[in-house]
Antibody, heavy 120, light 108 residues
Framework: EVQVLESGGGLVQPGGSLRLSCAAS????????MSWVRQAPGKGLEWVSA???????SYADSVKGRFTISRDNSKNTLNLQMNSLRVEDTAVYYC??????????????WGQGTLVTVSS | SYVLTQPPSVSVAPGKTARITCGGN??????VHWYQQKPGQAPVVVIY???DRPSGIPERFSGSNSGNTATLTISRVEAGDEADYYC???????????FGGGTKLTVL
């Protein structure tokens, strides 16, 4: 059974940092692109970042230069390093598996999300 | 940047057909994916590549895409279909995913 499980969310002050992780199981992690998608309270879905199976990355303009996506295929783990956090980064962050090695393939599995709250 | 426009809400009576639109400039040239999100849950893909249905998704869900509008159609709507629905495309000019603003489907 395919599973992706996020962790690392919490409360952080503006300007602070946080590192999210996503543990994957039930599929050959190294063969698939992965993404992070966030959802602010009461709002819609916003794509944050993607990484291909080969390690190529892309970022939403709203987080470029502040967030870094990475993957550790030996540990079946996806990471999101978030620096210079802003109040507007407050959201549930979802880890999503793409249906192929390329990031432009649709998401066939999502985690249950981890809440990040940026507040003083 | 590429923009997808969805109606904020659609209401339909049980047993009737719901149509949720997703507008974008020449969206017919892109592949559109649709996600269903129920309260407190993660999204689930219900249609991918315009009209393909993942295993486990009822045949009542269908999709089409042409010109400047993609449409998710839900036939014989049931109370359990009440959810938020999001369209999604890959913008190859920026290598970004784009989501529509979402449509809340209410079953009367």
């Amino acid at each position: 059974e395919v599973q992706v499980l996020e962790s690392g969310g919490g409360l952080v002050q503006p300007g602070g940092s946080l590192r999210l992780s996503c543990a994957a199981s039930g599929f050959t992690f190294s063969r698939y692109a992965m993404s992070w998608v966030r959802q602010a309270p009461g709002k819609g879905l916003e794509w944050v970042s993607a990484i291909s199976s080969g390690g190529s990355t892309s970022y939403a303009d709203s987080v470029k230069g502040r967030f870094t996506i990475s993957r550790d295929n030996s540990k079946n783990t996806l990471n999101l390093q978030m620096n210079s956090l802003r109040v507007e980064d407050t959201a549930v962050y979802y880890c999503a598996k793409s249906s192929s090695s390329e990031p432009q393939s649709p998401f066939d599995y999502w985690g249950q999300g981890t809440l990040v709250t940026v507040s003083s | 940047s590429y923009v997808l426009t969805q109606p904020p809400s659609v209401s339909v009576a049980p047993g009737k057909t719901a149509r949720i639109t997703c507008g974008g400039n020449n969206i017919g040239s892109k592949s559109v994916h649709w996600y269903q999100q129920k309260p407190g849950q993660a999204p689930v893909v219900v249609i991918y590549y315009d009209s393909d249905r993942p295993s486990g998704i009822p045949e009542r869900f269908s999709g089409s895409n042409s010109g400047n509008t993609a449409t998710l159609t839900i036939s014989r709507v049931e109370a359990g279909d009440e959810a938020d629905y999001y369209c999604q495309v890959w913008d190859s000019s920026s290598d970004h995913w784009v989501f529509g603003g979402g449509t809340k489907l209410t079953v009367l």
